[in-house]
């Protein structure tokens, strides 16, 4: 297997994991904000988008028209990532984020599936805003694995709170 081959596996798992915990939440749960976290399933998933979009597309090929003919890159950006969750409230339907995100997702995974071996250690393309953790599109692919893990975290919180713990499937012997 090669470094793209798993770069581009660990994506698609990481993927996997944010979708079954969100198709575990009712769409109806996703704008509650619960005070112990001060965030809700709505701007995590708009938030995921845009980082998606950020760590594993725009740093690694440039700006895709086609993404932002679809989804309002810039709106999402003012909404999921400085703003404060409460004030996303009511500005998106879930639904339309759920699609977005999914339409994100199969993206990112194109793009890495189109990177050469060769790109991996060579500079991001250049953006208006640097990168806060990468250098390399390695290390921003990379990034963009252990990021949407460290929102699983997040979602699989928000979830326990506004309705039931994920079921992983495991079960206590009795």
């Given at each position: 297997?090669?470094?793209?081959e798993?770069l581009?596996?660990q ?14 939440i009712?769409l ?11 965030s ?7 938030h995921?988008i845009v980082s998606?979009?950020?760590h ?7 700006h895709?028209?086609d ?8 709106e999402y950006s003012d909404l999921f990532?400085a ?9 998106t339907?879930s639904e339309?984020l759920?699609?977005?995100?999914k339409?994100?997702?199969q993206?990112?995974i194109d ?9 991996l250690?060579?500079s991001l393309?250049?953006t ?9 599109k390695?290390?921003?692919?990379d990034w963009?694995?252990k ?12 979830s326990?709170?506004v ?12």
């Amino acid at each position: 297997m090669t470094e793209i081959e798993i770069l581009v596996n660990q994506t698609s798992n990481a993927y996997e994991w944010v979708n079954k915990l969100l198709a575990e939440i009712p769409l109806n749960k996703w704008e509650i904000v619960p005070d112990v976290i001060e965030s809700n399933v709505n701007w995590q998933v708009g938030h995921l988008i845009v980082s998606h979009y950020f760590h594993s597309v725009m740093v690694i090929k440039g700006h895709q028209m086609d993404i932002l003919q679809t989804i309002p890159m810039r709106e999402y950006s003012d909404l999921f990532t400085a703003s404060a969750p409460k004030s996303a409230l009511g500005k998106t339907s879930s639904e339309t984020l759920l699609v977005n995100l999914k339409m994100m997702q199969q993206k990112s995974i194109d793009i890495l599936r189109s990177v050469s071996i060769s790109e991996l250690n060579s500079s991001l393309e250049p953006t208006p805003t640097p990168h806060p953790i990468a250098k390399t599109k390695f290390e921003a692919i990379d990034w963009n694995i252990k990021h949407t893990m460290y929102h699983c975290g997040q979602i699989g919180i928000l979830s326990r709170v506004v309705g039931k713990r994920f079921d992983f499937g495991l079960r206590v012997a009795e």
